[in-house]
Structure formats: structure tokens, C-alpha cells
């Protein structure tokens, strides 16, 4: 009797270690090394054969553990949609190859702050008095307050109520040393501590650049396959659109950031895409918006160039920096339209194409003598509403319309909202649509060969650097689609 109790207690105890197949450690070292409103960093020592880790975390004030399981063979993670100033209590197990759970660590604690410091603060675009500052608002921060100063002074200058992760250093000083620093702003009167002083160099200033003029003619909404050049209708016929082209370079592959006319013209100006100049849609008509990031014509205006915007300009109806001259109109009145002229409204009568290439020339005669010039020529043909100039009415009545190669809907791999607001009128009205948008075009291909004719008149066609281009395009039926 007492040689069977002997057995059954040794096969209780084998029986008892062959269920504990998972005896790995817990992970040494396990710490929180940072903490902001909405997310804690972990990190730990690696277990040897450990295969996965899985996490437990708890409010303080919780009974009941959130469980992250096999968060995969690593040695860090960040817990995240944490709730802003609460304590947690963190632990984590290394995970064997069955599956099961090793021994769990001790639990340690840490606390969310109020508001999340930025992180990742990086400087580029550096040029003789600016310099551009991102960063990244770990928590989706909205408001931040930015400090700058020379490496040599004391003093910091406040930037306060900055809406964006970006902002660009301007006045600044050349071939000159800098900190910056960001604070992020929360709700309430909560803020962050600032973020670790970056040092920077401004370029040295250079001289002012002496070289060829510049002309940058935008259209608004025009197609790429309107043009000779690139295989458009021949009853249109845009000698003076295409002879840029043909007498240059022609870009057979150029897309806009995007289909939007001022995000768009954001990114023609400043060089960036629209999450990084801050123009996410095109504004109110009665809103200013300027960007802060350099801009093409305050560069240019840096180096010695007398700089104007004439006609569309769309990202804001009221003077911009780095013009000279300023004469904006984005409406959709084509007749005996509003211009604000730098800063003051005035109606000017006739079509805008006209009035916008007349202007031009007037630009033209402003310009110092001896000094390169940079125009912005926004004309907003062909955008609707479809009113040509009276005398290119009913231009194009006799012609055939172009027709979309591929008509038919998308059916696979295409956004489920497409087809609810973007679907193309009948063929009828395509048709109709067409040829209000070859009669405005029209009126710029015309006034183009009268600005061409100006400028060879005043010596200034060899020495000018044309540009044409369009903000976006228009889909005229294609897949069933229609708008920008």
C-alpha cells in the first residue's frame, strides 16, 4: 500500500511539470521611457525563446486589465488612446511557441501628461533670411507656440497660435546661427514643456540675380489634349498656346498635387504639397489666407525681380508678399468684373481675358529699366460659367465636339462615392459643354499673340521665360465622369 502511494504522488509531480511547457522569465529592464496625453513608450529586455510578448494595462483607479496579446517578437511598443493626465499600471509577459505565457513582470506606473510635447522638430529650405520648421504633434495637437532666437542673444521671439505642424522663420539674418524651440497648447491652459532647442545656419546672402525674365501663364480647369501640340481638335487651332511648346519644351507628364484650383496654386508657388503649405481646399471668397512658407515671388523678389500677379491668384483676394504689383481677381464674373488692385476694389469693364492681357502690357511699362521682372498671369478661361468673349460666340457651332475614348463606367477598384455626385450630364450636353470651354480658350490663344506682339515691340520677347500651364484639369465624360 504504501509502495502505491509512493507512485501516485511521483505521477502527480510528473503529471504537474509536463503542464508547465512555458517557463520563460519575465522580461528584464521593462520600463516606460516616455510618456505623452494620449500614448506611453515601453521598452524591455529581449527573452531568449520567447516567440511573441503580450501586454496588460489598467487605469489606476480600473479593476479590470485591457489585455494586447502577441503584439509580435519585439522589445518596445507604444500604448495608444491613452486618456490625457491618468495613471496606468503596465505589464508584460514573454510568449513561447505554444502559445502560453511565460511569468508576467512586476507592474510598474506611469501617467499621461496634460499635453504632448512635440517631437521630431526638423529645419530645411534654408535660404538667406528664412528657414521652414515642421514637426510632429504626437497626439494631434492643433496649436503651438514657437520661439526663436540668435545663437548670441538671450532673448527668444514668440510665435504664438500656430495652427498647423509647420511654420517658416522669415527676417531673418544671413549667414547667422539660430535656436528654435516648440510648446504644444492643449485644452484649457494646458501646455507642454518646449521641445530641446534646435541650432540652424541661414545661408549666406547672395547677389541679386540679373538673369532672364519671367512670364508664368496659368489657365484654369484646361485640359492637356486641347492643344495642337498634344493631339487636339483641329478646328482649334492655338498657334500661339502651342507655338511655347514647339519652340521649347513641352511636358507630355505633369500632374497637379491637387484637383482643387487654390490647393494647387499653393503648391505652383511654394514648391510643396498641400498637407505642407497648409491650403487644404479652396477658401471663401471673402477669406485671406497667406502661406508662410517662401514663396516663388518672394524669392524672386529677394534677388532684384520687380514681381506682379495679375488675374486668378485664389489662395487669397487681398495683396500677397513679394508682389509689387498686385491686381487679383478670382470670381466668376467674366463680364465687367471687380479687380482688387493693391488692396483697393475697382470694376473694370469688358471680358477678363482681355482686361488681364491689357493689364499685362501695362505691367510690362511699369518695370524698371534694367531690372528682370517676374508676372503671375492668371486668366480664369476656360473655368465656368461658359461666357466667351462676344465676338468668339458661337465659334465652334458648326464642329464636331470630342468624345471620351472610354465613356463607360468603372466597375472594379474604384471609391463607392464616386458615382453619387461626379456622374457626366448626356452626350448632348458634353457637347455644349465643349464648346464654351474652346470659346473662352480661345480668347487666351488670341490675346497670347497680342501680348507676344507687345513684347517684341518693347525688345523683351529673347529675354523672357514663358510658362504655360493650367492648376488643374476637367474630365469631360470620361468613365461617365465629369468636374475636376
Given at each position: ?14 503529471k ?12 528584464g ?68 511557441s ?39 504633434a ?39 546661427q ?106 471663401n ?26 488675374g ?11 508682389y ?9 464674373v ?42 503671375w ?9 461658359y ?56 480668347g ?41
Amino acid at each position: 500500500m504504501l509502495k502505491l502511494s509512493v507512485l501516485l504522488i511521483g505521477m502527480s509531480i510528473l503529471k504537474s511539470t509536463a503542464n508547465a511547457t512555458c517557463i520563460l522569465p519575465p522580461p528584464g529592464s521593462f520600463k516606460s521611457v516616455n510618456a505623452a496625453s494620449c500614448q506611453i513608450y515601453l521598452k524591455w529586455d529581449v527573452v531568449i525563446s520567447a516567440t511573441n510578448y503580450t501586454i496588460q494595462y489598467k487605469p489606476a483607479a480600473s479593476g479590470t486589465w485591457i489585455t494586447l496579446n502577441n503584439i509580435g517578437n519585439i522589445t518596445s511598443f507604444t500604448l495608444t488612446g491613452l486618456a490625457s493626465g491618468t495613471t496606468y499600471h503596465i505589464k508584460v509577459v514573454a510568449i513561447c511557441s505554444n502559445n502560453e505565457a511565460g511569468i508576467y513582470t512586476n507592474q510598474i506606473t506611469a501617467t499621461t501628461s496634460l499635453c504632448s510635447k512635440p517631437t521630431g522638430v526638423i529645419l530645411d529650405a534654408f535660404t538667406a533670411t528664412s528657414a521652414a520648421v515642421s514637426w510632429t504633434a504626437p497626439c494631434g495637437e492643433a496649436n503651438f507656440t514657437l520661439k526663436y532666437r540668435k545663437i548670441t542673444e538671450s532673448v527668444y521671439t514668440t510665435q504664438k497660435n500656430i495652427y498647423t505642424p509647420s511654420y517658416t522663420l522669415v527676417n531673418l539674418e544671413p549667414n547667422t546661427q539660430y535656436q528654435v524651440k516648440v510648446q504644444s497648447k492643449c485644452s484649457g491652459t494646458n501646455l507642454s514643456k518646449f521641445t530641446t532647442p534646435v541650432t540652424f545656419n541661414t545661408t549666406a546672402s547672395m547677389a541679386a540675380y540679373s538673369g532672364k525674365n519671367v512670364l508664368l501663364v496659368i489657365v484654369d480647369d484646361a485640359r492637356f489634349d486641347s492643344y495642337s501640340t498634344n493631339g487636339g481638335p483641329s478646328f482649334f487651332n492655338d498657334t500661339n498656346i502651342s507655338r511655347i511648346a514647339d519652340e521649347g519644351v513641352n511636358f507630355e507628364l505633369s500632374f497637379p498635387s491637387q484637383s482643387q484650383c487654390s490647393p494647387s496654386r499653393g503648391s505652383i508657388i511654394t514648391g510643396v504639397y498641400p498637407h505642407r503649405h497648409g491650403v487644404l481646399n479652396n477658401p471663401n471668397f471673402d477669406e485671406s489666407d497667406t502661406i508662410t512658407l517662401p514663396t516663388l515671388p518672394e524669392i524672386l523678389h529677394n534677388q532684384g525681380y520687380y514681381c506682379g500677379l495679375i488675374g486668378k491668384y485664389h489662395i487669397s483676394p487681398w495683396p500677397q508678399p513679394g508682389y509689387d504689383f498686385w491686381m487679383e481677381n478670382h470670381m466668376g464674373v467674366y463680364i465687367d468684373g471687380k479687380y482688387n488692385i493693391n488692396g483697393i476694389e475697382n470694376i473694370i469693364s469688358g471680358h477678363q481675358t482681355d482686361v488681364l492681357t491689357d493689364s499685362a502690357m501695362g505691367f510690362f511699362k511699369k518695370v524698371p529699366a534694367g531690372t528682370p521682372f517676374f508676372l503671375w498671369l492668371g486668366y480664369r478661361a476656360p473655368h465656368t460659367p461658359y461666357v466667351s468673349r462676344p465676338r468668339d460666340e458661337g465659334l465652334y457651332d458648326g464642329y464636331t465636339m470630342p468624345y471620351p475614348a472610354y465613356p463607360n463606367k468603372y466597375t472594379i477598384n474604384y471609391p463607392g462615392f464616386l458615382y453619387s455626385c461626379k456622374n457626366a450630364p448626356d452626350s448632348a450636353r458634353i457637347a455644349e459643354n465643349w464648346r464654351g470651354y474652346f470659346e473662352l480658350l480661345q480668347g487666351v490663344e488670341s490675346d497670347l499673340g497680342k501680348l507676344y506682339h507687345f513684347m517684341d515691340s518693347m525688345g523683351i520677347m529673347d529675354s523672357t521665360l514663358i510658362i504655360f500651364m493650367s492648376d488643374n484639369g476637367y474630365i469631360m465624360g470620361e468613365h461617365h465622369l465629369f468636374q475636376k
